[in-house]
């Protein structure tokens, strides 16, 4: 079964940007569909972007799209989240998370990292 450590994750202020990285291991990582996810304090934790097994289809949740940007590189095991004009509203523990489907519900992921905090300052 597929590892997922999740890095990249720190302070920024409104506005910026940051690079977020999963890397897999004991898996086939081709195998696998990928999320990433977010929890804020008090909040259930809410889809944010998935990305297809050959990385060709990427889906975002709303309130995200046209800021992050999902992708993956197989040959590294890797997935990443690239969060550009991030808001306090971003401000939350993000996770990654495999799937054998193609799917945005969290219930559906078995596999998960031990997620990175990212925090936005106004």
């Known amino acids: 079964q597929v590892q997922l450590v999740e890095s990249g994750g720190g302070l920024v202020q409104a506005g910026g940007s940051l690079t977020l990285s999963c890397a897999a291991s004991?898996?086939?990582?081709?195998?696998?569909?990928m999320g990433w996810f977010r929890q804020a304090p008090g909040n259930e934790r809410e889809f944010v972007a998935a990305?297809?097994?050959?990385?060709?289809?990427?889906r975002y949740a709303g309130s995200v799209k046209d800021r992050f940007t999902v992708s993956r590189d197989n040959a590294k095991n890797t997935v990443y989240l690239q969060m550009n004009s991030l808001k306090s509203e971003d401000t939350a523990v993000y996770y990654c998370?495999?799937?054998?489907?193609?799917?945005?519900?969290?219930?559906?992921?078995?596999?998960w990292g031990q997620g990175t905090q990212v925090t936005v300052s106004s």
């Open positions: 998370a495999a799937a054998l489907v193609a799917t945005e519900g969290v219930s559906e992921y078995p596999y």
């Open positions: 004991g898996g086939i990582f081709s195998n696998y569909y």
């Open positions: 990305i297809s097994w050959g990385g060709s289809n990427t």
